[in-house]
């Protein structure tokens, strides 16, 4: 599209600019002893248009659970599609609009999988997190990818690298061991190669056996009570990160990560038949070489990746000629980014970034040929702000350009605006209005489209449109701070891509279902209350009510029905206490019922659960050295659910963890 080059030959002139700007040498330099600035920093949200919600390294540590679907699934508005066993899958559904809308970075390097679209979130661990974000939109940031203003929700990680004021190596240390065969070691040592470049290097292990015990319900007989089998897993996962700051302030960060896990999938439980033989093999590898500029309202941002993906899934028991199934996949990804943004005239700033994104598949499932994908994404931004109102608006160029071994290339092409508003309507208490609409556009995974007996090479792409109108209350006295935010949302989706049967319910085909209707409402309050440096207490409530309806054919039976699996109301709670060593942390989540097929009956109702969780954490230094002592209890009340049908979640589970930091 012209649009796209035009924006690419913008962005790429501008950025010239900017980094030859960026190395003009300085004529007087003056070397000054540096002072440290302390303070608290704003919530995340409390000042955006776009709903944002983030959990920090403090509330991390006071979490129980060991994964970002532990967290995540805290946030309003998220469902966690989790399928069974501690080391099952697990996806995220934000507002109702599918994993695929749903976009994941890693300190601003974008992830994805081509051939699923969802990525497990069960890889990624928390002991080397600061902050897990979720914004609704693009969020306020002109400088940043073009891929991240094209998803409908960001869910952002921030990892962290110790700080060397007393000591030029730092080393950390721990393991997370406790019921069904759950043990997880891990260890970094991060050091400060130069005055202005440190490198850090970390592994970690995950083992877990996942025989868990589950209640069978057998109609009018006695429940029966099983232990889930084929649910172990076992993972390894290294880390490398070198990062470089520069003389004019830029910085420099090359990231790589491996990841190998070889898991059972437990499978759907089934009258008279507990057994499940299907194995899932990962291996992933992954780079990004990232560099980023600033100076003033002056920023400048290039993202180069690549990943590696091998997937082997294999299921013995599968009746066909070959005596089972053996399925291999191997995935690729080469991406560049460059992002700038800079001011205008006054309040005006403008921001534009051009990705560019190959990926290809190599598999045996697929039935026409292996999959080559170029995607080009082109967004220029304008920005307007004052100290009490900021309004931007984006336009976002999409290109796809898709072909098989066995088809012509096939090509697609979209223009996504989106514009947010946020505005103060009163300075005590602070109270403001937000307003967002955003277009996006979402092509059909490779799964979707080529693989066999499923997929369907003339699936057209989904298109969503969201719109968002919320209020936002702050307000501070003495030791004590209080926030509201509530939220109006409505999405609709047309030509949304789904699962259906076709010859029988074991043959399943992909295909557009017309149009889901969106509507929904959150609310989320928060008190702090900071009684000394030492003694904190937060309390944070969220809750959701939303519906998803099919309103594709009024002449079908799931016309205005709810979607499966989207609960009609959510709702999350924790409560953290910090008394200087001691930090008591307890969450409680709960979904309402929902249903497991498009048509709203009672054969298809899935119960309402709760779940409660309880952290007690100790730190204490022995000899200089910070030592951290962790308790948890996991589904405290041994609450019995699924989140999927079929597939029976763990009930009560004793962790403990033990980590040093030296």
């Not at 990525?119 to 940043?144: F, H, N, R, V």
């Not at 996504?416 to 556009?441: A, D, G, Q, W």
């Not at 730190?619 to 009340?637: D, G, R």
Request: charge should be positive; aromatic fraction near 10%; hydrophobic fraction near 35%.
């Amino acid at each position: 599209m012209k649009f796209i080059a035009s924006a690419g030959l913008f962005t790429c002139l501008l950025s010239a600019s900017l980094f030859a700007d960026a190395q003009q040498p300085v004529d007087d330099t003056l070397n000054i002893r540096g002072v440290e600035v302390t303070g608290q920093k704003t919530p995340p949200g409390r000042n955006s248009a776009f709903p944002t919600q983030q959990v920090d390294i403090k509330t991390l540590k006071s979490m129980a659970g060991s994964t970002a679907a532990d967290v995540l699934r805290n946030f309003s508005g998220v469902t966690i599609r989790d399928y069974g066993g501690l080391g099952g899958l697990k996806t995220v559904v934000v507002r109702s609009l599918g994993a695929n809308h749903t976009g994941i970075s890693i300190d601003g390097a974008p992830l994805s999988d081509a051939a699923t679209g969802q990525l497990d979130l069960s890889k990624i661990q928390l002991g080397d997190l600061e902050a897990i974000g979720l914004t609704i939109g693009q969020g306020e940031q002109l400088c940043q990818p073009a891929r991240a203003q094209a998803s409908a929700s960001m869910i952002s990680f921030h990892t962290v690298m110790p700080e060397f004021k007393e000591s030029n190596l730092k080393f950390k240390a721990g393991v997370r061991t406790g019921s069904f065969g759950v043990i997880s070691p891990y260890a970094g040592i991060y050091l400060k190669v130069r005055q202005r470049t440190t490198a850090g290097l970390s592994a970690g292990y995950n083992h877990t056996r996942g025989n868990y015990k589950y209640l069978l319900k057998n109609g009018n007989l006695p429940d029966t009570t099983l232990r889930r089998s084929n649910a172990d897993m076992e993972a390894v996962q290294l880390n490398f990160r070198l990062e470089t700051l520069c003389r004019d302030s830029s910085l420099l960060r090359i990231k790589t990560w491996f990841y190998n896990s070889e898991r059972g999938l437990p499978g759907a439980v089934i009258f008279y038949n507990h057994h499940a033989s299907q194995r899932l093999t990962n291996r992933d590898l992954a780079g990004n070489v990232q560099y980023s500029w600033q100076k003033g309202r002056k920023q400048l941002l290039t993202n180069l990746n690549f990943s590696n993906s091998n997937l082997i899934y294999r299921d013995p028991a599968y009746l066909n000629h070959e005596g089972g199934l053996d399925n291999h996949f191997h995935q690729q990804e080469l991406y560049l980014s460059q992002a700038i943004s800079f001011p205008v005239y006054g309040i005006f700033s403008m921001g534009a970034a051009t990705d560019m994104m190959v990926n290809s598949l190599q598999t045996d499932v697929y039935s026409h040929g292996n999959p080559t994908r170029f995607s080009g994404l082109g967004s220029v931004s304008v920005q307007a702000k004052t100290p009490k109102t900021e309004v931007t608006g984006v336009l976002l160029a999409t290109l796809v350009n898709e072909s098989t071994t066995e088809r012509n290339p096939d090509i697609h092409t979209a223009l996504s605006p989106s514009v947010s508003f946020i505005t103060r309507i009163s300075r005590k208490p602070l109270i403001r209005v937000r307003m967002l609409y955003k277009n996006s556009f979402r092509m059909p995974t490779f799964n979707d489209l080529y693989y066999n007996l499923v997929g369907n090479e003339n699936l057209k792409p989904e298109l969503v449109n969201q719109f968002n109108l919320g209020v936002l209350l702050s307000e501070e006295a003495g030791i004590l701070g209080f926030n509201f935010h509530a939220d109006v949302y409505a999405n609709r989706v047309k030509d949304k891509i789904v699962a259906v049967p076709t010859q029988n319910l074991f043959v399943w085909s992909m295909r557009n279902l017309g149009r889901v209707d969106i509507l929904g409402l959150e609310a989320q309050a928060g008190v702090k209350a900071v009684i000394s440096a030492s003694r904190e207490v937060s309390l944070n409530l969220n809750f959701t009510r939303q519906q998803a309806l099919d309103m594709s054919d009024p002449r079908n039976s799931t016309y205005r029905q709810q979607i499966p699996y989207v609960p009609f109301q959510t709702f999350s709670g924790s409560l953290t206490v910090r008394e200087q060593r001691i930090s008591l942390g307890y969450n409680v989540l709960y979904n309402s019922h929902r249903y497991t097929l498009g048509e709203n009956i009672h054969a298809n109702l899935l119960p309402s659960w709760w779940v409660h969780d309880v952290a007690v954490s100790w730190q204490q230094s022995v000899k200089t050295v910070p030592v951290t002592l962790k308790a948890e209890v996991i589904n405290l009340f041994n609450q019995q659910y699924e989140v999927i049908r079929g597939f029976p979640m763990n009930g009560r589970g004793f962790y403990i963890s033990l980590n040093i930091n030296y």
